[in-house]
């Protein structure tokens, strides 16, 4: 590629984030990741201090500011940091935003008392030194709640073209790949969130095995402890 990974994907995702801010906020309210949130807070006490990374729009952001948390929103693009910017007023005085790129983040170890990361990971060119800097920015003992992409999400197809043996800005991962891969950083699974298309009988899912339930998710929500 003419460019680096990381600045092809800072290009494509200032090309859409236009598009992406006309549906997140029903993304979060009505839509894929309307249970994320609420699943946040079940682990995460209110007054923390966190971490959104990939935080897009900063709609997700504000979301969990509402809920009393002191928000820090970072992401690789540009547009997405003015359009996070644009949602600000002065009474939000425990939520910010800036560009930052999750391979090389401008915090000090053991900043955050927790993170969110939704669809994030799977952007960076080497997952695992990724995930060991979102990790090193979060306290011993701190909540990582991070969203992979199951194998039904359609965005997946971003890596297609893999196959052809052409150069692609997105790792897709199962998963199972990403739990093995927390085990791995010494991190503890508390649980996980499954987010599933429309179609899928949740009545019957229940009954499944674990990697079973995982195999048809749109998204798996991993709550993790350091």
Same mark, same amino acid.
């Given at each position: 590629?003419?460019?680096?990974?990381?600045?092809?994907?800072?290009?494509?995702?200032?090309?859409?984030?236009?598009?992406?801010?006309?549906?997140?906020?029903?993304?979060?309210?009505?839509?894929?990741?309307?249970?994320?949130?609420?699943?946040?807070?079940?682990?995460?006490?209110?007054?923390?201090?966190?971490?959104?990374?990939?935080?897009?729009?900063?709609?997700?952001?504000?979301?969990?500011?509402?809920?009393?948390?002191?928000?820090?929103?970072?992401?690789?693009?540009?547009?997405?940091?003015?359009?996070?910017?644009?949602?600000?007023?002065?009474?939000?005085?425990? $939520?910010?935003?800036?560009?930052?790129?999750?391979?090389?983040?401008?915090?000090?170890?053991?900043?955050?008392?927790?993170?969110?990361?939704?669809?994030?990971?799977?952007?960076?060119?080497?997952?695992?030194?990724?995930?060991?800097?979102?990790?090193?920015?979060?306290?011993?003992?701190?909540?990582?709640?991070?969203?992979?992409?199951?194998?039904?999400?359609?965005?997946?197809?971003? #890596?297609?073209?893999? $196959?052809?043996?052409?150069?692609?800005?997105?790792?897709?991962?199962?998963?199972?790949?990403?739990?093995?891969?927390?085990?791995?950083?010494?991190?503890?699974?508390?649980?996980?969130?499954?987010?599933?298309?429309?179609?899928?009988?949740?009545?019957?899912?229940?009954?499944? #095995?674990?990697?079973?339930?995982?195999? $048809?998710?749109?998204?798996?929500?991993?709550?993790?402890?350091?």
């Amino acid at each position: 590629m003419a460019n680096t990974w990381h600045e092809q994907a800072k290009i494509m995702w200032n090309h859409n984030a236009t598009f992406w801010n006309s549906r997140s906020q029903n993304m979060w309210d009505e839509g894929s990741r309307k249970s994320i949130v609420p699943f946040f807070t079940k682990y995460v006490e209110p007054n923390s201090k966190v971490l959104d990374l990939g935080c897009g729009d900063g709609y997700g952001s504000y979301k969990l500011w509402k809920e009393g948390y002191d928000v820090s929103g970072v992401d690789l693009s540009d547009e997405m940091v003015k359009l996070c910017q644009s949602r600000l007023t002065k009474e939000q005085d425990r $939520l910010s935003f800036q560009q930052a790129d999750m391979m090389k983040l401008p915090f000090e170890d053991q900043s955050f008392d927790a993170l969110m990361a939704i669809n994030a990971l799977e952007w960076a060119e080497v997952p695992i030194k990724a995930f060991n800097e979102v990790s090193r920015v979060v306290k011993p003992g701190g909540t990582l709640c991070i969203g992979i992409l199951g194998p039904t999400a359609a965005p997946r197809a971003n #890596s297609y073209n893999r $196959l052809y043996g052409e150069s692609v800005i997105m790792n897709t991962m199962m998963p199972w790949e990403f739990e093995q891969l927390a085990k791995e950083q010494s991190l503890n699974v508390l649980d996980q969130e499954k987010v599933y298309k429309r179609g899928v009988d949740l009545k019957h899912v229940g009954s499944l #095995s674990e990697d079973m339930q995982q195999a $048809l998710t749109f998204m798996t929500v991993f709550m993790l402890t350091k």
